[in-house]
């Protein structure tokens, strides 16, 4: 088998490529080893950059989410008995989209099928071959037999824990990690919304934050050990975990309903460089992982193939390299202000154990900063909604 793009994974990143270099005309090859049910099933984030909604829009991908996602203009704070409100549309004029990452992936599957693409449910890539040479192979296995697909390049786009990153030789890559003393307990909820916009919430308890998915669907989730497992947390106990941590001095609290899913979410900070090596591309969670803190991490899987499949379509339309080149360095720069975003948002909001009283009034300036001076306030705001996507290598004299 042979195509021009070998894609290894089939989560946001590696559909969302395929879709793009489909626009441009270049064919590729997605393999995913999941079904697709368990695939469209895992729930993930939910909150759309500016950008990220745009980009679908754009691409012929915003149907469903026009009609199914909300569009946020603004977030709230919740700390020291306060709420406060950053007007994200006043302070940049954008917003944010909620809707569910296993919806993305839903409609992306429906369009590559639709679309006649090739996806590939069930291959499990083994092993990755000849990445410094024009003609890199993937090895697979699909249904009990083993496949090799051939192509001009291969894309890494397999999670945290899959193959690629690791095929690339540790002599040629630096990775950075930092890992939280916590991590986050989520559940799916039937109920009504009890907030119009999210609300992030810092109390001596630990973090909490209310968010949402659909008119008859919430989503929640509040700090815990990172070693917790579901089955501590009957719905009793998360219930009264929540109002403890929410509930304010006018009587507000969330609402409750049937719980319909539980998960906890690892919290680390993680960031390979360079993201290339010969002909193999990393994208989306392969490559970076941020904590949750911000929901950056789909959003930056999505710049990673928007800059890529730029890139590629130089390269085929025009057999220009340099953005391939420059691949990692534009992306990079992009990663880490995520990073730091996201643990900035994630040290300010969260309990840490062994934590000094100073340290916790700290945070509740910090917060009260943020949510009085205009300047912080739009810092924030503008890294929430997403800063512009590079597609080109980074301005700047160089030195
Ligand atoms: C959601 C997840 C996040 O990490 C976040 O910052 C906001 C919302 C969510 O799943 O809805």
């Excluded at 730029?310 to 990079?332: D, I, K, M, P, W």
Aim: aromatic letters at 8%; proline letters at 4%.
């Amino acid at each position: 088998m042979h195509t021009r793009v070998a894609i290894v994974g089939g989560g946001p990143a590696g559909l969302l490529l395929s879709h793009l270099l489909h626009r441009e005309g270049i064919e590729s090859v997605v393999l995913e080893s999941r079904s697709r049910e368990e695939l469209e099933s895992e729930i993930r984030a939910g909150v759309l950059e500016q950008g990220t909604a745009d980009l679908l829009q754009e691409t012929g991908l915003g149907e469903r989410m026009g009609r199914d996602g909300a569009v946020h203009h603004g977030i709230n704070l919740q700390f020291g008995g306060r709420r406060e409100r950053i007007d994200l549309r006043e302070l940049t004029g954008k917003s944010v989209t909620l809707y569910g990452q296993h919806e993305v992936v839903k409609d992306l599957v429906a369009r590559r099928l639709e679309d006649g693409g090739h996806l590939l449910f069930g291959a499990e890539a083994g092993s990755l071959h000849d990445l410094d040479s024009e003609r890199p192979r993937v090895r697979f296995s699909r249904g009990g037999e083993e496949g090799e697909l051939s192509c001009d390049f291969v894309v890494g786009a397999d999670s945290f824990r899959g193959i690629s990153r690791l095929s690339i030789p540790q002599r040629a890559r630096a990775e950075y990690e930092r890992k939280y003393p916590f991590g986050w307990f989520g559940i799916l909820v039937e109920a009504p919304p009890a907030t119009e916009e999210l609300i992030y919430a810092l109390h001596e308890r630990g973090f909490s934050l209310v968010s949402t998915r659909s008119p008859e669907i919430q989503r929640m989730y509040f700090q815990c050990d990172p070693n917790d497992a579901a089955d501590n947390w009957p719905d009793d106990r998360i219930w009264s975990e929540l109002h403890a941590r929410l509930t304010t001095d006018d009587g507000w609290s969330v609402t409750e309903g049937r719980i319909i899913q539980k998960n906890v979410v690892g919290m680390r900070s993680f960031v390979v460089e360079p993201m290339q090596y010969g002909r193999l591309f990393l994208a989306g969670d392969a490559a970076h992982i941020v904590p949750p803190t911000g929901a950056k991490g789909m959003n930056l899987a999505v710049a990673d193939v928007r800059v890529l499949s730029e890139a590629l379509r130089e390269f085929y339309g025009a057999g220009r390299t340099e953005s391939l080149a420059r691949y990692s360095e534009t992306c990079l720069r992009r990663v880490w202000r995520a990073e730091r975003f996201s643990w900035w948002m994630t040290s300010m909001l969260h309990r840490f154990d062994g934590a000094d009283a100073f340290g916790h009034r700290l945070q509740l300036a910090e917060l009260d900063y943020v949510t009085s001076s205009r300047s912080a306030a739009a810092s924030l705001a503008e890294n929430y909604v997403g800063l512009p996507v590079e597609v080109s290598p980074a301005a700047g004299t160089p030195v």
